[in-house]
T-cell receptor, first 114, second 118 residues
Framework: GDSVTQMEGPVTLSEEAFLTINCTYTATGYPSLFWYVQYPGEGLQLLLK?????DKGSNKGFEATYRKETTSFHLEKGSVQVSDSAVYFC?????????????FGEGTQLTVNP | GAVVSQHPSRVICKSGTSVKIECRSLDFQATTMFWYRQFPKQSLMLMAT?????????EQGVEKDKFLINHASLTLSTLTVTSAHPEDSSFYIC??????????????FGPGTRLTVL
């Protein structure tokens, strides 16, 4: 079945540091890929998504590129801020096998210190 | 666009009582809504998938008689935790699916409901 593996956290960075959170997936077909962010005590917010190979999703300075050859969708940001502190979830959906259901990674806690 | 609300945001109840949580899609129609449960520092656990006008599909291990789901309209789904016990205390999150069959359609999430059973 489908699965998503994220780099283990927690990740602690200083403000303005470069961020990478690794995400790899296994799927039988051609999934859509997502990054969601969860701030403390809140639900999930869609951060970015990509629907086919080589697509790049971007939002609020975050980027991720759908790499089919390496089955990866790593999240990057060039300069993090304290306000980026949150939990980040990588996820996929594959209509052909599971309809609109999402398969989530375990989440990566990011803490950015001033 | 694509805003999902949940009500209440936080509820405290006594053991043995029932609690209803509402999930609404405010600016779109959602043919499918999902209910998740999240334990501290963990990922989301899918509880059930709710399609408008039909019975919910529950994940393995989720008690359908305990977690009653109703999807009465294209903008409203409710989760009722019946005879709640302390072990039901958790963060419950709903999501609404925007599209019909297709690539790239997205789930949008509500802000969550913190349930505490005393």
């Amino acid at each position: 079945g489908d699965s998503v593996t994220q780099m283990e956290g927690p990740v602690t960075l200083s403000e303005e540091a470069f961020l990478t959170i690794n995400c790899t997936y296994t799927a039988t077909g051609y999934p859509s890929l997502f990054w969601y962010v969860q701030y403390p005590g809140e639900g999930l917010q869609l951060l970015l998504k990509a629907t086919k190979a080589d697509d790049k999703g971007s939002n609020k300075g975050f980027e991720a590129t759908y790499r089919k050859e390496t089955t990866s969708f790593h999240l990057e940001k060039g300069s993090v801020q304290v306000s980026d502190s949150a939990v980040y979830f990588c996820a996929l959906s594959e209509w052909e096998t599971s309809g609109s259901r999402l398969t989530f990674g375990e989440g990566t806690q990011l803490t950015v210190n001033p | 666009g694509a805003v999902v609300s949940q009500h209440p945001s936080r509820v405290i109840c006594k053991s043995g009582t029932s609690v209803k949580i509402e999930c609404r899609s405010l600016d779109f129609q959602a043919t499918t809504m999902f209910w998740y449960r999240q334990f501290p520092k963990q990922s989301l656990m899918l509880m059930a998938t709710s399609n408008e006008g039909s019975k919910a599909t529950y994940e393995q291990g989720v008690e359908k008689d305990k977690f009653l789901i109703n999807h009465a309209s294209l903008t409203l789904s409710t989760l009722t935790v019946t005879s709640a016990h302390p072990e039901d205390s958790s963060f419950y999150i709903c999501s609404a699916y925007t599209g019909a069959r297709g690539i790239g359609d997205t789930q949008y999430f509500g802000p969550g409901t913190r349930l505490t059973v005393l």
